[in-house]
């Protein structure tokens, strides 16, 4: 990892999982809108290039708030620095966090995030379904706060995976490893809908020591195998683990691992999840775990994969391996057919959540039990 040393008080308060993207484009400038969880100072945002086959140059970074648009609130947008450098390369496979930025952000915040690279080449990082609208330009166009230059959208974050502040002494995060329910899809676009989003306004507001929120969910992901992004067994390291001041990993994925027809077995996915379990433990970390949701009506439902998640889910509400359980089955399931989605929650796929369904999944989770306590 390059760039300023690590703060312990820092709390990851945005986070989007790495993936391979298409080829970097020299000259190229992103305009990235992210919604922030906690508030704190001394904001700091980290560049992965963890895809690429060569290094990547950043020669301009800088943070502001959004007005509207790709446009900034005046006297918002700040240059952020790597060791003192407005310029940071960062090799194939590495990271690079920034120097922290005086000042302090507001909890839910609009942040933007303007980068600019002269040599980008080869494959990019990023993550492709932002469920959020973010701007690109030719040229670097990063210290203007107007949104003149900034005329071309993308539905997707490239090159940041997370931002972090220094919350109020005592506060932590969760992270939400999952798939594309987890990452928002179907979801209204740009209000911030997705259920971690939810989760973040309750927490706010809540007694609660955990106020920060990272969403981890890559789209079509799996727990066993790589495929849509690297399995969350491949993945937990980089996209959850390394995240600074995390106390709980909120486990909701294998939809896309029983549902896939290669022959996974509840055996099979309960053994990824005692590992995720085991090694998030090891790190002296919890784990809420959730039960797999019903998709009947979704073109690769059929009663060999419904009877997969039905031990699966037996599994997790009596395993002891897991610190707390969210029932997002039991929460989403229609009484009247309980393999398939309450009507009202269905996005209409008969798999992803609406936002009223969202809302639903993150007003079902208990949140003390994501403070974890007693465990480092």
């Not at 995030?113 to 494959?123: E, F, K, T, W």
């Not at 691992?257 to 970390?285: C, F, N």
């Amino acid at each position: 990892m390059l760039g300023a040393p690590a703060d312990p008080r820092s709390v990851v308060t945005w986070g989007a999982s790495a993936d391979r993207m298409g080829d970097g484009v020299a000259d190229r400038g992103y305009r990235l809108v992210v919604h922030t969880s906690t508030g704190g100072t001394d904001l700091r945002i980290r560049l992965s290039n963890a895809f690429g086959d060569r290094p990547v140059t950043f020669d301009d970074v800088h943070a502001g708030i959004q007005r509207t648009g790709a446009e900034l609130v005046r006297g918002s947008n700040h240059a952020l620095t790597f060791e003192g450098a407005r310029s940071v390369t960062v090799p194939a496979g590495a990271v690079a966090v920034s120097d922290p930025l005086p000042g302090r952000l507001p909890a839910t915040t609009n942040l933007v995030v303007s980068i600019h690279s002269p040599d980008a080449a080869g494959p990019a990082t990023g993550h492709w379904m932002a469920m959020q609208t973010s701007y690109t330009t030719q040229g670097d166009h990063t210290a203007e706060e107007s949104a003149a230059n900034w005329t071309e959208t993308t539905g997707s974050w490239s090159y940041l995976d997370s931002v972090t502040v220094r919350p109020s002494a005592g506060t932590g995060a969760v992270v939400a490893l999952g798939d594309s329910i987890t990452d928002g899809w179907q979801s209204t676009t740009d209000l911030n809908r997705r259920w971690p989003d939810y989760l973040a306004r309750r927490l706010q507001t809540a007694r609660t020591h955990v106020k920060g929120v990272a969403n981890e969910g890559i789209s079509g992901n799996k727990v066993l195998a790589d495929g849509a992004g690297q399995s969350a067994l491949n993945r937990l390291q980089r996209d959850v683990l390394s995240q600074p001041g995390v106390r709980t990993v909120f486990l909701f994925e294998g939809v896309n691992d029983l549902k896939a027809h290669t022959g996974v077995t509840a055996q099979d996915l309960i053994a990824g999840y005692r590992e995720i379990a085991d090694r998030v433990h090891a790190a002296g970390k919890c784990v809420v775990v959730a039960t797999v949701a019903p998709f009947k009506g979704w073109s690769e439902w059929d009663p060999a994969a419904e009877a997969v998640r039905r031990d699966v889910n037996q599994f997790i509400r009596t395993s002891a391996d897991f610190d707390a359980v969210t029932d997002f089955d039991h929460i989403l399931r229609n009484p009247y057919d309980p393999e398939r989605i309450f009507p009202s929650f269905d996005g209409g796929d008969h798999l992803h959540p609406n936002d009223k369904g969202m809302q639903a999944m993150a007003d079902a989770v208990d949140l003390p039990s994501l403070d974890c306590t007693g465990r480092g």
